[in-house]
């Protein structure tokens, strides 16, 4: 009886030891103050895929609460978004903001953040018709955006007039004019069946996260609606008269003369030599008036500072 009682208490101390023990591992190593301020540290000297790590291993080990966790992975998803250029993993980390944090005063900005990893991934028509026609058991069946006489399949896929019809007008001037005769508009069929096909063989190679390609499409098409807004916003501000054409020829007459071997003025030229030229010179000038105007009234609508003497 003594023997069983003894053998009782010392498993006991043993189990309440291996328990201790077991505390004493699982208690973090350094203060959680120290594991944040580490993983900024490594942020601001650009070592981002170290302070990912280090922000996960925050969160993982310490436990913090809803306000600072929600905190926490914004950073990880900040840093994704704004220094790694991975559009993938960042929305991954605001959607577990939106999901499991949505009372966060975050929200606001996570929505905002995510709209814009979805425009930087492209998430195109294009890639809406492939999920459409996945879908059904007869792709043929999806409906056609660009309607018209079937010319050409690529697999299931089937080009329409209405398709190349769409291309075509996607093309500068110059280039439409040169596609009037059959036999170029097939060849040019060929050109965008191989455009295709070598875009399908991108895909399935998985080049499409490719990081380079994701940042060269979003900066391709920010320039492009950055063009295409000072088109609309400059047009309407740029009204070039005759009258206007002979005054800047006036008051520039001595950048439209001919010079000889020495570089001494030889003759002037009259207005209408250099018609054209005076009001190309003209319109660019006044666009480029009409674009500082227009920078200057952005600047000051959303109160912007630049702070020059820190370059």
């Not at 009682?5 to 189990?15: G, W």
């Not at 505390?23 to 302070?51: G, T």
């Not at 480029?288 to 912007?304: F, G, H």
Request: charged content about 30%; proline content about 2%.
């Amino acid at each position: 009886m003594y023997f069983q009682k003894s053998v009782t208490i010392l498993l006991f101390c043993l189990a309440s030891a291996f328990a201790w023990s077991c505390q004493q591992e699982a208690k973090p190593e350094f203060d959680s103050a120290a594991v944040r301020d580490y993983a900024s540290s490594l942020y601001n000297r650009q070592l981002y895929a170290q302070a990912i790590g280090e922000y996960q291993y925050y969160l993982d080990t310490y436990k913090p609460g809803a306000a600072e966790a929600a905190n926490i992975n914004y950073n990880i998803a900040n840093i994704y978004f704004e220094r790694v250029k991975d559009y993938e993993n960042a929305l991954t980390f605001y959607l577990r903001i939106k999901h499991f944090y949505s009372d966060s005063p975050l929200i606001d900005e996570v929505n905002k953040r995510m709209v814009e990893c979805l425009e930087r991934l492209d998430r195109s028509a294009d890639a809406q018709q492939v999920a459409e026609e996945s879908a059904l058991l007869d792709p043929t069946q999806a409906k056609k955006r660009r309607p018209g006489e079937v010319i050409a399949k690529i697999g299931k896929r089937t080009i329409t007039t209405g398709d190349l019809e769409h291309e075509i007008s996607q093309l500068p001037s110059y280039m439409k004019s040169q596609l009037t005769e059959r036999s170029q508009k097939i060849d040019f069929l060929r050109q965008y069946i191989a455009t295709e096909l070598l875009y399908d063989t991108a895909k399935r190679r998985g080049l499409e996260k490719d990081q380079g390609v994701i940042e060269g499409a979003f900066q391709a098409k920010k320039n492009l609606m950055v063009q295409k807004l000072l088109e609309e916003e400059i047009s309407k501000d740029v009204n070039v008269a005759e009258s206007d054409a002979e005054l800047y020829y006036k008051a520039h007459r001595d950048r439209y003369v001919e010079k000889n071997e020495k570089g001494e003025v030889v003759r002037t030229k009259a207005l209408d030599e250099v018609r054209q030229q005076v009001m190309q010179e003209l319109i660019r000038e006044k666009q480029q008036e009409a674009y500082n105007k227009l920078v200057q009234r952005m600047m000051r609508a959303e109160s912007v500072d630049i702070y020059e003497d820190k370059l």
